[in-house]
């Protein structure tokens, strides 16, 4: 976690890797994509060219816009709020996600996100649409 976090998220960090579950800050995540991953290819409009995937056409469309907010490194009340679900609806999005696609966690997703071109470096939640 970094030192400017939250009371409330110190506290959900704290009960998360009591579980068992590891933890890495979104905009930590964030930093090692957009400095470690390759550019997504561009088109001549200059937005990205989402890599055609296998896994990813196992995913629903709200699915597919789900890890694309959390590629860009959105928590889960940040979604609920983005994408107007209750928090409930978008944790089982996001287990459904993990299911789906063999995730073992968010850091995963975000890879995924990036390497499939979802998301591209430099991309972030003040880019969502």
Not at 8 to 17: D, K, N, S, W
Not at 27 to 55: C, K, M, N, Q, W
């Amino acid at each position: 976690m970094l030192k400017d976090v939250t009371p409330a998220h110190l506290a959900a960090a704290v009960r998360l890797v009591d579980t068992g579950d590891a933890l890495l800050a979104p905009s930590i995540t964030r930093r090692l994509v957009e400095r470690f991953a390759p550019s997504a290819p561009r088109t001549g409009s200059g937005l990205a060219t989402p890599a055609v995937h296998r896994d990813l056409a196992a995913l629903t469309p709200r699915e597919r816009e789900v890890l694309t907010l959390m590629g860009r490194g959105l928590s889960n009340s940040e979604l609920a709020r983005e994408l107007t679900l209750s928090e409930a609806t978008v944790k089982t999005h996001v287990a459904r996600i993990f299911a789906k696609l063999t995730l073992r966690d968010r850091a995963q997703a975000v890879v995924l996100a990036y390497e499939t071109g979802l998301v591209s470096p430099g991309e972030s939640a003040a880019d969502s649409p």
